[in-house]
T-cell receptor, first 113, second 115 residues
Framework: AQSVTQLGSHVSVSEGALVLLRCNYS??????LFWYVQYPNQGLQLLLK??????LVKGINGFEAEFKKSETSFHLTKPSAHMSDAAEYFC???????????FGKGNQVVVIP | GAGVSQSPSNKVTEKGKDVELRCDPI?????LYWYRQSLGQGLEFLIY????????KSGLPSDRFSAERTGGSVSTLTIQRTQQEDSAVYLC?????????????FGPGTRLTVT
């Protein structure tokens, strides 16, 4: 079965600094990978997805992620953090033939002014 | 257009009572999913519908949980004889088609508190 690991439940970043959230996946077949963001008392919003077209994926709000098969990773980055980036971020994996998403534990991002 | 909607947004119920949670997917979306989000377990898959059929119910935690979908649209998740461990946020999502590459759009969730 596929799974996702996100380390560091809470991540603090200074406003204007690089945001880096790590995601490693486990899958015996080629995965589809997603990053979602959740603001307080809201549902999940898709930031970006990898579906094998390009290894560097650009998403909304200035975020991007790079798929590295050799490292089984799909880390999320943003060059310059903004106060509005404070939220919880989830990495998720799905594989062909299995429609469910398997989520990581999430990273709560705090932006320090 | 309208997104996925869920009702109620909050539900407080006494242990042992039954509850029904409703999900209205995006119009035209054929696939519908239920997930549960809790502090201890994170985000867990519960059940998936393609049309009115549920090919994958493997995430339902016990036989107290059931779900149905009618008219290829609205879905209801029912929890019978609620227990305190059922307290969580229940999220519904829909996608245009079934298939792992299709984006799932999430509703705002129903926060269930069992007292």
């Amino acid at each position: 079965a596929q799974s996702v690991t996100q380390l560091g439940s809470h991540v603090s970043v200074s406003e204007g600094a690089l945001v880096l959230l790590r995601c490693n996946y486990s899958s015996s077949v080629p995965p589809y990978l997603f990053w979602y963001v959740q603001y307080p008392n809201q549902g999940l919003q898709l930031l970006l997805k990898y579906t094998s077209a390009a290894t560097l994926v650009k998403g909304i709000n200035g975020f991007e992620a790079e798929f590295k098969k050799s490292e089984t990773s799909f880390h999320l980055t943003k060059p310059s953090a903004h106060m509005s980036d404070a939220a919880e971020y989830f990495c998720a994996v799905s594989v062909s033939g299995n429609n469910r998403l398997a989520f990581g534990k999430g990273n709560q991002v705090v932006v320090i002014p | 257009g309208a997104g996925v909607s869920q009702s109620p947004s909050n539900k407080v119920t006494e242990k042992g009572k039954d509850v029904e949670l409703r999900c209205d997917p995006i119009s035209g979306h054929t696939a519908l999913y239920w997930y549960r989000q809790s502090l201890g377990q994170g985000l867990e898959f519960l059940i998936y519908f393609q049309g009115n059929s549920a090919p994958d119910k493997s995430g339902l935690p016990s036989d107290r949980f059931s779900a149905e979908r009618t008219g290829g649209s609205v879905s209801t998740l029912t929890i019978q004889r609620t227990q305190q461990e059922d307290s969580a946020v229940y999220l519904c999502a829909s996608s245009l088609r079934s298939g792992s590459s299709y984006e799932q759009y999430f509703g705002p969730g129903t926060r269930l508190t069992v007292t």
